[in-house]
């Protein structure tokens, strides 16, 4: 039956994929399938993760991990006969050849034997996991079940499973392979593939990696009513933690001192690409919808608010990110963090700014404090007005010049700017009235400005 799809005896590499991937279990013919198939493996046809992970039959699927890890166990077998012990891998009790499976095939060519050619391994210097964008987590529980451990082990450009991009660039994702991406998410974690691990090429972890793909994934979803059901069935875990582990990285920016969190990361993301991916001026409410998903997501993170505020203050003020904003979420063997030469130029272009931010963000936080408001209701008032007041009375050009001046006692008279557009600041038009009181105060942090509004926000 598979002849006729293409499949011939002299051609052994003809990818059993498109001989049966669309073959299901309930189809009529499934049976005759699967009996060509045991016969086309018994001749030695070859085997791949591609064509496990786009078998549709599960019982077809199933025999193809069986043969895998049968011929694995082969290999193994004559490496174990013919190689002496230090060119031997190490494998745990019980487990396959995965990741080395090529290197101890060529080895064993090397001694001048004769093999199998179905003992060749298809994809080598990766994991089978590797493949993890065509693999569910049931495929590759089968997987791991059969004796391939090798879950978190870095392939050919050093990017462990967990961290790689597979094969689905993140932005033409549908729910479906969304839904699959986040369940092995899950998997890859229960079988402790490590979060923590560093990206290849930046500072950031795999951690920050996950979480840029996750928000794009959010971002990129039209139907905002589905946000909710994603994080309550993907994202959180039975205690309602957020599945992606809290991890920092080994950044230095003002973002988030420290080094970046998954929270400063998600958000970095929301400020740059929503102006991309969207024409000014973004709905007000969406974005409030959008940033509940995101705390809610990272509630049990410490500081949350804290880095909220922090992050918001800094888009606002229009500050460039010295972090690893060079993440590639869809070819993550290519991120790339800036160099040391760019990084020391942002610092010193905008360091009268960085200044203005962490004044700013002590002030903004101690008053959050005192206020006890859940952070959403603070940004989109309190911090949105003095955000406004402050930025339409900065002018960057003479900043410096304004500041020596006021050391001396006198206020120049300064045109008001028009405020940027900036996604941050977008959060405080929901919003219009506030409180004067609360602006008074404000006075006493920045007496050299003057105030144009009072009782009512622009934006
Ligand atoms: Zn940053
Ligand atoms: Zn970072």
Known sequence: MLLDSGANEQNSTFPLERAIGNIKDADPDHDGYYHSAEQLLELGWTLSARDIGTCRSKTLRSLLVKELAARRKRLWELARSYLPPDKLPSLRQG??????????????????????????????????????????????????????????????????????????????????????????????????????????????????????????????????????????????NKNKDSLVPFVRDACACACSPGGCTTLSVALR???????????????????????????????NYPKADQVLIRCFTFDALSLTHTCCTGISPNFPHRSKSKDKSEIDDILEE??????????????????????????????????????????????????????????????????????????????????????????DEFESWWPGISYPYQGMVAG
């Open 269 to 299: 993301l929301v400020f740059s690409i929503l102006p991309s991916l969207y024409s000014a001026p973004y709905p007000a409410e969406r974005l409030r919808r959008l940033l509940k998903i995101l705390i809610e997501w990272h509630r």
């Open 95 to 236: 487990e396959l050849l995965d990741i080395d499976a090529g290197y101890v095939y060529t080895v064993l060519v090397e001694t001048g034997r004769k093999l199998d050619s179905s003992l060749r391994p298809m994809d080598p210097g990766v994991t089978l996991y590797h493949y993890r964008n065509l693999l569910s987590a049931e495929t590759m529980e089968e997987l791991y079940q059969a004796g391939f451990y090798g879950v978190d082990l870095p392939g050919i450009p050093g990017v462990a499973p967990l961290g790689s991009a597979g094969m689905t660039p993140i932005i033409v994702m549908n729910s479906r392979n969304s839904k699959c991406f986040v369940k092995a998410l899950k998997w890859f974690i229960s079988k402790g593939a490590d979060a923590s691990r560093k990206l290849p090429g930046t500072n950031a972890r795999v951690a920050h990696l996950l979480t840029e793909r996750i928000t794009m994934n959010i971002l990129s979803n039209q139907h905002e009513d589905n946000w909710d059901y994603w994080l309550q069935t993907f994202l959180l």
């Open 350 to 439: 905008e360091k009268e700014r960085l200044k203005d931010l962490e004044r700013l963000v002590s002030e903004l936080e101690a008053k959050f404090e005192g206020f006890g408001l859940p952070v959403l209701e603070f940004l989109e008032g309190y911090w949105h007005s003095c955000m406004i007041q402050f930025l339409s009375k900065l002018d960057p050009y003479d900043e410096e010049h304004h500041k020596e001046v006021r050391k001396l006692g006198v206020v120049l008279e300064v045109d008001e700017r028009p405020v940027p557009y900036r996604i941050s600041l977008v959060i405080g038009t929901r919003i219009k009235e506030i409180i004067n009181e609360e602006l």
